[in-house]
């Protein structure tokens, strides 16, 4: 059985614009991250039946992140001039990109969805003779636009324009 391994799921996080897109790698700092797709269900039991059903209406996605501050690191330089600026509401916006390395590749292209996000802070600081950590949740925003992108070039190119 071949597995895929974690870094073979990566994401880059936007620090340009959404015009203009710079894109930079999360991953520096960061031991760990998983998308919780947060699954929006109803739940019901039909009255001709004993057992109930769960019904999935849609997700919410977020994707928690716990990090070493690297200020030197593009990506959470990036987030932590938000954070020191409290960025709230269309300040608090960014655009990430997931990318599925371990798909098969189209070309240089690998599968890959983009995402409108918001990223909400939640702590900041650790303990005495440590790194300074700070946690962080990337909220998705909306359905995300599916298409192919290339680690090379930093380039996204959507399925459907």
Do not use: C
């Amino acid at each position: 059985m071949a597995k895929a391994n974690r870094s073979d799921f990566k994401t880059f996080i936007n620090i340009g614009t959404v015009s203009e897109p710079e894109w930079a790698l999360l991953g520096e700092g960061i031991t760990t991250g998983a998308i919780n797709y947060n699954p929006q269900t109803t739940e019901e039991t039909y009255i001709h039946q004993t057992s109930g059903t769960t019904l999935i209406e849609s997700y919410r996605p977020t994707f928690p992140v716990d990090a070493a501050l690297d200020i030197a690191d593009d990506a959470l330089d990036y987030v932590e001039g938000l954070r020191q600026a409290r960025s709230v509401g269309e300040d608090a916006e960014t655009e990430i990109v997931n990318v599925w390395l371990y798909e098969t590749p189209t070309g240089s292209e690998y599968p890959a969805e983009r995402q409108r996000v918001n990223i909400q802070f939640d702590t900041f600081g650790g303990d005495g003779g440590g790194s300074t950590r700070f946690s962080f949740t990337v909220n998705y925003l909306g359905d995300p636009v599916i298409g192919a992108f290339n680690p090379s070039t930093e380039t996204f190119t959507p399925t459907n324009p």
